[in-house]
């Protein structure tokens, strides 16, 4: 049985004490949720250490949103892998459209943020995703190949069985559009045949989200699916009794 995991990126949102707020939030009603559920949060890195201290003892688990692709040194403005490992944290998001669209990241970068990842201990979330335009003109599924191929292929088998991959489609992204349960599903089962392509049967333990506009209404479909095994929520995670009741749309 693959692991079921509900993550929320929280993006540019929440200041410190709004984030504690949140997540002292989604830690009351975690006890609605089966334990089978695994919880993920994703603050801003201004408040990480904040987080995890409030993380203690409640199972949920903390995740950066980027990580920089050097080890450390002269690179103004940027945190390291290191650092954001030190904090206690288990889990870093890369290779989000956002990043990807608005901040230039590239295979390359994304090479380079892996390794910082793995070489501190941190668990990737790796996201891909195509946007309206590639969909439209049916390349989505060669997108979606290369995406992987480029950066995950480039992993060792021990990195693999580490990594978390999140499907989200750009044009699905906060705008209230999802993918239907069928699109979903059909990409879904697509990524795990191209990892199984270089990793074998452990592709058959990855877990892979869905994300882009998931919520509550949406979720038990999505999550009945086979190959989607949880979400990455954005807008839909800054609601703590929407995030939960996300983690309850799993099918018994
Ligand atoms: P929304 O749920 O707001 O569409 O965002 C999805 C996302 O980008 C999560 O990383």
């Not at 408040?47 to 199972?59: M, P, Y």
């Not at 086979?226 to 309850?248: R, S, T, Y």
Request: charged residues 20%; aromatic residues 8%; contains cysteine.
């Amino acid at each position: 049985m693959r692991k079921k995991i509900v993550a929320g990126n929280w993006k540019m949102n929440t200041t410190p004490a709004e984030g504690v707020e949140l997540f002292k939030g989604v830690a009351a009603l975690k006890g609605e949720v089966c334990p089978c559920v695994n919880f993920i949060v994703a603050p801003p890195f201004t408040h990480l250490s904040q987080i995890v201290e409030a993380a203690k003892g409640t199972s949920i688990a903390v995740a950066a949103q980027n990580c920089a692709a050097e080890a450390k040194g002269a690179y103004t403005g940027e945190v390291s892998a290191k650092m954001i490992a030190s904090l206690g944290v288990e889990y870093v998001i890369l290779g989000h459209s956002e990043r990807r669209e608005y901040y230039g990241e590239t295979s390359a970068t994304l090479n380079k943020k892996m390794e910082q990842a793995y070489a501190n201990g941190l668990a990737p979330i790796y996201c891909v995703g195509e946007k309206l335009e590639d969909r439209e003109a049916g390349k989505h599924f060669d997108i979606v190949r290369a995406q992987i191929e480029e950066v995950v292929f480039n992993l060792t088998a021990e990195q693999f069985a580490k990594l978390v991959v999140a499907y989200e489609p750009v044009w699905a992204i906060g705008t209230g559009k999802t993918a239907t349960s069928d699109q979903a599903q059909e990409m879904h089962a697509f990524i795990r045949k191209v990892l199984a392509e270089k990793f074998g049967a452990a592709a058959a333990e990855t877990v892979i989200l869905y994300g882009g506009s998931a919520k509550p209404g949406n979720a038990p479909e999505l999550f009945a699916k086979e190959d989607v095994d949880g979400g990455l929520i954005g807008g839909a995670a800054l609601v703590a009794a929407d995030f939960i009741a996300i983690g309850k749309s799993f099918p018994k």
